[in-house]
């Protein structure tokens, strides 16, 4: 009797599966976009094949739907049961989505403020250290930022093999391991190591918090999401040399870390019991063996299933976005776009103190405010996108018809490295010519304008380009961007020294200038790029 209700279970399963895959379609996509069938098929452009899309290779609903209607369905595949499927992130009420982009929001906003938080306390760490080398002032702020760079490499892999949840909750709490041990450092070469550490696992909600907000959010309406999560990595930088500033005049460095600790444990205490997998390929594997178990049917497999032992797909994954920054044009110009930004940004935040200390005199706890006028710039930009994005993305697609294209995210690009120069130049001449204090902040609120522009693009565009190898594409952007974010702190002391505060910022005004094209390259080209044979990367 168990048999043949094991037997009775399995036909029924199978014969609704196939129904539910002939007459309906899962609005979780593995193509570029995310798009409907009907545009799939107006558009074969987008259509997620390995000969024609987006360096990605797992099938698309397209795909899957054509071969259905040849009559060679796999009755033994395990998918979404239907378009409105509850168990697809997708489908997931408004509250419980939010509540995901919320908590990883916040992490992604509290790592980088470890970035450079104690940066206002790095006098008093080299005079407590009895160390007077420059080079190693700006290292123990910088070398966060080359574990950011060393930590994609294992974090995006991880992510797509097993999921992303316990990504999360491991990365959070190795973050709070090593940030304990910098508090307790008992010199600078120490620090120096715990800080590397504390970057590699902090990096985590920075690499694959776009793939999770593609996992949750329609490419439609997925504007408002990526605005908040990309605040973090450039807010929180923003505002950890404000609060440190203050914090170590009164408490000392070490406080800092005290603080972040706090607030990192804060964070994961509610995000254990409220954050739930979302990756698309782990929850139907999930599925699969759930079914396996109740029916009996051994040969069910995920229809994401690539047939790999999880060691190919590890290696895989970690030469993933190897591979797309050094071979497609797409990700190799959009992450070095995004990777000179980061450096600006880093090589400001490792400078201010001692721009503002010799020039303007100010007292370590007021010099942290000097760091608002990225913040307001920050601000700016980010509600006239938020606001516009989506609005933007609609216009473009009434336009011109059709389904949505990833390249109607770059015409705020075009903005983002211009308003980066000027601010750089209204900074760099104000400061040289000791200018009332406000207008080389305001300057900055410019650059902080244009960053926030270009870090939001840049991540929404690599997200719609890459569908479900989003995590994949974000890791070889915050590699490189993190990697360029480390090294440029290294050299500004002696560049300022060199060329002065005038002409060294006018020098990295030019290469904000130089880097003007690129988004303008992809608005006109973007889409024959990316369907082009000669450019794609069999990943």
């Not at 999401?225 to 040399?241: E, F, H, T």
């Amino acid at each position: 009797m168990a048999s043949k209700r094991r037997a009775a279970l399995t036909t029924t399963m199978q014969s609704t599966h196939q129904r539910s895959r002939r007459h309906t379609k899962s609005t979780y996509s593995s193509d570029a976009s995310n798009q409907e069938k009907s545009a799939e098929r107006s558009d074969p452009q987008l259509v997620g094949s390995t000969d024609k899309d987006l360096e990605i290779q797992l099938p698309s609903n397209g795909e899957a739907e054509e071969e259905e209607e040849e009559g060679e369905e796999d009755p033994n595949l395990v998918f979404w049961d239907g378009p409105n499927d509850p168990a697809n992130p997708q489908n997931w009420s408004v509250a419980k989505k939010w509540s995901q982009i919320a908590l990883i929001s916040v992490l992604s906003f509290l790592t980088p403020l470890a970035s450079s938080g104690f940066a206002p306390g790095v006098p008093q760490l080299m005079q407590e250290f009895d160390n007077s080398s420059k080079t190693m002032a700006t290292l123990v702020v910088s070398v966060y930022i080359l574990g950011f760079a060393f930590g994609p490499l294992v974090v995006a892999p991880l992510s797509e093999l097993y999921g992303r949840l316990w990504v999360y909750h491991i990365s959070t709490i190795g973050f709070m391991a090593f940030t304990v041990a910098c508090s307790r450092a008992s010199g600078v070469g120490e620090l120096c190591v715990y800080r590397f550490l504390e970057g590699v696992f902090g990096v985590t909600p920075i690499t694959i918090g776009g793939g999770t907000i593609a996992d949750l959010i329609h490419v439609d309406a997925r504007g408002a999401a990526m605005a908040l999560w990309s605040l973090g990595p450039l807010m929180g930088p923003v505002a950890g040399p404000v609060i440190g500033g203050f914090l170590a005049h009164a408490k000392g460095w070490r406080w800092m870390f005290y603080l972040i600790v706090i607030l990192a444990g804060a964070v994961e205490v509610p995000a254990f019991f409220l954050m739930r997998e979302t990756y698309a390929p782990t929850l139907l594997e999930q599925k699969t063996k759930r079914l396996r178990k109740e029916t009996g049917n051994q040969d069910l497999k995920s229809k994401l299933d690539l047939k790999q032992t999880p060691q190919e797909m590890f290696r895989l994954a970690i030469v993933r976005p190897m591979k797309l920054l050094c071979r497609s044009p797409i990700c190799s110009l959009m992450c070095m776009y995004m990777a000179v930004i980061y450096g600006f940004l880093y090589l400001l935040f490792t400078t201010f103190t001692y721009v503002f200390e010799g020039s303007y005199r100010f007292s370590s706890n007021i010099v942290g405010l000097v760091y608002l006028g990225l913040g307001v710039g920050n601000i700016i930009g980010l509600a006239a996108l938020g606001y516009g994005s989506d609005r933007l993305i609609k216009y473009l697609r009434a336009k011109n018809g059709g389904p949505q294209k990833p390249e109607y995210r770059l015409p705020p690009l075009i903005t983002a490295a211009p308003l980066i120069g000027i601010g750089l130049l209204i900074y760099g001449f104000c400061v040289k010519y000791h200018v009332f204090w406000f207008w080389p902040i305001f300057g900055t609120m410019f650059t902080g304008i244009g960053m926030i522009i270009g870090f939001m693009a840049v991540m929404t565009y690599l997200v719609d380009v890459y569908g479900i190898y989003a995590a994949s594409a974000v890791a070889a952007n915050t590699v490189l961007r993190s990697i360029f974010g480390g090294v440029f702190p290294l050299f500004a002391l002696q560049m300022y020294d060199a060329l002065g505060l005038d002409w060294g910022n006018a020098l990295l005004a030019f290469l904000a200038f130089a880097i003007s094209p690129i988004p303008v390259l992809f608005w006109i080209y973007g889409e024959r790029i990316r369907t082009s044979p000669r450019f794609q990367v069999k990943l």
